[in-house]
C-alpha cells in the first residue's frame, strides 16, 4: 500500500526471494549445525520483522479510511519525501479510490 506503482511488481517479488533463500539458508545450517541449534536460528529469525513491523507508520490509505486526511497527508509526504503540495494528487486519487472501494461494498452488501 505504501509503495509506488512504479516499485509495486519488484517489492512484491521480493517475500518469495526472502522466502526462498530463508530456506536455503536453513538447509544450508542444518548441514553443519545440530538441528536444535538450527531450530533456534530458524525460530528467533522472525522476530525481526515482528518488532520492526512496531515502527511502521500506519498507511496513508488506512487513514484515509478512518476519516484522518492530515495523518495520511502527513505520512505521504514522509513516504514519498515530498512537500504537502507535491502528494495532493495522490492524495486525492487515494480518497477517490477509497470511496469507489466504499459504494461497491455497499452496495454488493445490499444485494445479499
Known sequence: EISTPELRGTL????????????LLMYILGSFL??????????????????????????????LSRGRREEAEATLCSLRGLSSSQV?????????????EKNESRSLHSRV
Open 12 to 23: 512484491t517479488i521480493l517475500m518469495p526471494a526472502a522466502a526462498n533463500t530463508g530456506n
Open 34 to 63: 545440530p538441528w536444535r541449534l538450527t531450530t533456534l536460528h530458524g525460530a528467533f529469525l522472525p522476530l525481526l520483522p515482528i518488532v520492526l513491523v512496531y515502527f511502521l507508520p500506519e498507511t496513508p490509505v488506512w487513514l
Open 88 to 100: 495532493q494528487e495522490e492524495l486525492k486519487a487515494l480518497e477517490v479510490e477509497g470511496q469507489a
